[in-house]
């Protein structure tokens, strides 16, 4: 069986008000969040949703991050059914928003009920290591469960610390080799300390429902970008399709600056 995913790997403008409060614990301290799906049962959809955050971004810079994800349907028994999926973020400029939000869309897998597995793991390199962060959670999709709500799923007052990853990223840099270098546009790496001392929160992370019209207009943008776009692309969603793949900026930007002012999309996978 086949299914499509809608890549969306540009991190969201955070508009003026959207998101609360995201300081860090510590200064250094890179904080790496699973903010959607959690342990919890939703409603069946077309596109649905797989939501990471960067908090302090900045410090995310020098570490070459790259992401892969599964998930799994568990109540499948004639082989595996699943997707499997790669997200290199090296040559993403992760500074630009904070938090930096990484998120892609599933097509199809997610359309019917059932019991899923994502399984997800974080690679990073520092100048004396390399680390990998994993995530394991199971979710169901259920139809009279409650519809995919990003702004609701982010105001939880309480989430599990193993949610996060703190990453201890230090001022110090030091130089990289040619051979090291190569291909990763970078010159330097970054010495990484002790993270014990870093306190996660992905509760500190929060979307709101411009930020949800964003991620709504960038996928739209994306699809009418297809060879076989869908039926309801307008001349809005073909232009800014074309603005993001001739002068980069992506089309997000764009439609959460417009959400800002009170022009309200629609929704995400």
């Not at 990453?167 to 002790?194: F, Q, Y």
């Amino acid at each position: 069986m086949r299914f499509f995913l809608a890549r969306e790997s540009w991190l969201l403008a955070a508009c003026i008000g959207a998101i609360a409060n995201f300081n860090v614990a510590a200064a250094n301290g890179l904080e790496v969040d699973l903010i959607f799906p959690r342990n919890e049962s939703y409603a069946p959809m077309t596109w649905f949703p797989i939501v990471f955050a960067f908090q302090n971004s900045t410090r995310a810079r020098l570490l070459r991050p790259s992401f892969a994800y599964r998930v799994v349907n568990m109540d499948y028994t004639n082989g595996p059914e699943a997707m499997d999926f790669y997200r290199n973020l090296q040559y993403e400029n992760l500074s630009t928003h904070d938090p930096y939000f990484q998120y892609d869309h599933f097509e199809r897998l997610l359309t019917k009920e059932g019991r899923w597995r994502l399984t997800a793991e974080l690679t990073w390199s520092g100048c004396d290591l390399m680390n990998i962060s994993y995530w394991s959670l199971y979710f169901t999709t259920n139809n009279s469960a409650p519809k995919v709500d990003l702004v609701a799923a982010t105001n939880s007052k309480t989430c599990p610390a193993e949610l996060g990853v703190a990453i201890n990223v230090t001022d110090e840099t030091k130089p990289l080799s040619l051979r090291e270098s190569w291909g990763s546009g970078l010159d330097s790496c970054a010495v990484v300390g002790n993270a014990t001392s870093i306190t996660v929160d992905p509760c500190r992370v929060k979307i709101d429902s411009a930020i949800v019209a964003s991620m709504s207009a960038s996928l739209q943008a994306d699809l009418c970008k297809r060879e076989f776009p869908p039926a309801n692309c307008s001349n809005d969603d073909a232009s800014a399709a074309h603005q993001q793949a001739i002068i980069g900026i992506p089309a997000v930007g764009i439609s959460c600056l417009v959400a800002a002012f009170g022009a309200l999309g629609f929704f995400l996978i």
